[in-house]
T-cell receptor
């Protein structure tokens, strides 16, 4: 158990809908990362937050947004969903975001029908 | 930005044999190189890491080597067991621009009993 909690574990929805994925980092970790993993693909970096502020942005679509709240949990919002958005979405956390030691949650599997 | 290449994409070995996975990176400023193991339906788990001031690190049956000059690093698993079967990802932490962890495309290791 990495200490990173993600909910929901599974989510099935229809095209055009909006969903929110939630992540609670390890206790003491200030930085949260979001990654997307499509079927048999690698891990694509979406976005990073540090202590509530956006720190880095990767290949995140404009239809997607995220935020980190004062209690350090983070939410990833996916809107106007398309079939191609079906994927595993992972959250990872690290103490500071400056060292690279990331601890991953178990992921949220999103299926868009 | 950083680009991490990983080979091979699939690897099958007999139980008890060794397995080697190789990665190259492009950003000479990268200074931290973790390896993750991802079992089916689970999140990536950090199994070993190495920093740029170290050439080799070993933890029981797994070891990682780093050649900074050539910008490549490798994962070595000895005396493989069926439970080693998983997808392995290498990564490089780049401090150029926003600190970020860049992943290779993964190696699916199958250990044949």
């Amino acid at each position: 158990d990495s200490g990173v909690t993600q909910t929901p574990k599974h989510l099935i929805t229809a095209t055009g809908q909006r969903v929110t994925l939630r992540c609670s980092p390890r206790s003491g970790d200030l930085s949260v990362y979001w990654y997307q993993q499509s079927l048999d693909q690698g891990l694509q970096f979406l976005i990073q937050y540090y202590n509530g502020e956006e720190r880095a942005k990767g290949n995140i679509l404009e239809r997607f947004s995220a935020q980190q709240f004062p209690d350090l949990h983070s939410e990833l919002n996916l809107s106007s969903l398309e079939l191609g958005d079906s994927a595993l979405y992972f959250c990872a956390s690290s103490v500071s975001g400056d060292t690279g030691e990331l601890f991953f949650g178990e992921g949220s599997r999103l299926t868009v029908l | 930005g950083e680009n991490v290449e990983q080979h091979p994409s699939t690897l099958s070995v007999q139980e008890g044999d060794s397995a080697v996975i190789k990665c190259t990176y492009s950003d000479s400023a990268s200074n931290y190189f973790p390896w993750y193991k991802q079992e089916l339906g689970k999140g990536p788990q950090l199994i070993i890491d190495i920093r740029s001031n170290v050439g080799e690190k070993k933890d029981q049956r797994i070891a990682v080597t780093l050649n900074k000059t050539a910008k490549h690093f490798s994962l070595h698993i000895t005396e493989t067991q069926p439970e080693d079967s998983a997808v392995y990802f290498c990564a490089a932490f780049s401090v150029t621009g926003a600190n970020n962890l860049f992943f290779g495309t993964g190696t699916r290791l199958t250990v044949i009993p």
